[in-house]
């Protein structure tokens, strides 16, 4: 996700807090109006990386490919956007890698590599990527030769300026599908693991009901989701629909690339569905995951790495 002018949001939250408003989080978000959007049955398929379908009577089923996986890698590189590298888990408009889910150090968090026991982690994640951004992480991923390799990436193309300019499919296809081509010519040994993309229809959910949060999305964090927050007319309800329907789409490609690739695992839409509450986010922003946010993003992958099958 991107980054916000340090100035801009310090002032906003500054000027609140002097205003009187807190910083809350702990209120349990029941009361508060879900997501609009309902996942179709196809819907669902490409949140979840799409489900198998019963072969026909009389027909033999295909023999399951041999999907190779290491639950103890020496090494770990994250690749991806603000998300892994822990952006207003901390500090206001910081990255804080310590607490990431992938790689952090933080014992609270209890980060993949922690779990998997590495002997080597770089956190290679940029705040403010975006899949075209991938490849060259790719490339800076390869000199490390890591036995693993971490992917979290996407909610940047559809924090777009507006629903118009959110990345197309096809492009973000294309994008991926490089670089994982990319990573698997330089280092064929090296497994993938790829996180699907939050629900960012049920972060706005969630964090619409703080008044700072919705001041500091004023300053432009994902705009084409959080723009007029509180509105409940038909083209905002359209608008966030949209966004939503693009992160589905994204993660059915994320899905579809990682299963041609016998060492990449997809984490089978378990991001997309985790239900964030207030008490998983930045009291910063109220959008990106604060540490407790990240140990549960961690909680969730690391028993996908960490299962042998």
């Not at 933080?106 to 993949?112: A, G, I, K, L, M």
């Not at 777009?160 to 490089?178: E, H, I, K, L, Q």
Request: proline share 6%; aromatic share 6%.
């Amino acid at each position: 996700m991107r980054r916000l002018s340090r100035r801009a949001v310090v002032l906003a939250v500054t000027a609140l807090l002097l205003g009187g408003c807190g910083f809350g989080g702990d209120h349990p978000d029941g009361g508060q109006r879900t997501p609009s959007a309902q996942i179709s049955h196809s819907g669902k398929a490409a949140a979840q990386g799409g489900r198998r379908t019963a072969a026909p009577r009389g027909t033999r089923r295909a023999a399951a490919p041999d999907r190779p996986w290491n639950a103890h890698p020496a090494s770990v590189v994250a690749l991806g956007d603000s998300i892994t590298r822990g952006f207003d888990a901390c500090h206001p408009l910081s990255d804080c890698p310590q607490v990431s889910w992938a790689t952090g150090s933080r014992t609270s968090v209890d980060s993949v590599s922690a779990r998997l026991g590495v002997s080597g982690r770089w956190n290679l994640a940029r705040s403010g990527a975006h899949v075209a951004d991938l490849r060259a992480q790719v490339r800076a991923a390869t000199a490390h030769h890591p036995a693993m390799v971490t992917v979290l990436i996407g909610a940047n193309d559809a924090c777009a300026a507006d629903v118009g300019a959110m990345t197309p499919v096809a492009d973000f296809r294309a994008s991926f599908a490089g670089a994982l081509s990319s990573l698997h010519r330089a280092l064929p040994a090296t497994q993938v693991l790829v996180a699907s993309i939050p629900d960012l229809e049920r972060l706005w959910s969630v964090g619409r009901s703080n008044v700072i949060g919705r001041e500091v999305w004023k300053l432009g964090l994902c705009p084409a989701m959080l723009d007029d927050p509180t509105s409940d007319s038909a083209a905002a309800r359209d608008r966030r629909d949209a966004v939503r329907d693009r992160v589905i789409a994204y993660n059915s490609v994320l899905g579809q690339v990682c299963s041609q690739y016998a060492r990449c695992r997809y984490d089978g839409g378990a991001v997309f569905r985790y239900p964030f509450t207030t008490g998983d986010l930045s009291a910063w922003d109220w959008f990106h995951p604060n540490e407790r946010g990240q140990g549960r993003l961690a909680r969730l992958l690391g028993a996908i790495a960490l299962s042998p099958a």
